[in-house]
């Protein structure tokens, strides 16, 4: 079952609207909300991207659309 996330925080005023939704499962809504993972929607298309946070001695990270899956 999905997740409906709020990318600005209701509590922080985020509308409950298309616009500052994303749909997550479980295990990736926590992730969201307790890592320093961000995800926004992206401003042409309006597609979910997800920005991994940075890691020391490596280029800054950038908007990750998707990934191939681990097997």
């Not at 005023?13 to 616009?19: C, E, F, R, Y």
């Not at 479980?26 to 309006?46: A, F, K, S």
Request: charged content about 15%.
């Amino acid at each position: 079952m999905g997740h409906a996330h709020h990318i600005i925080h209701w509590a922080n005023h985020g509308p409950t609207s298309l616009d500052n939704l994303v749909l997550l499962c479980g295990h990736h809504h926590r992730v969201i909300h307790h890592t320093p993972w961000e995800v926004r929607l992206n401003p042409h298309d309006q597609l979910p991207e997800f920005l991994p946070p940075p890691k020391p001695g490596h280029p800054p990270p950038t908007w990750i659309r998707h990934r191939p899956r681990r097997e």
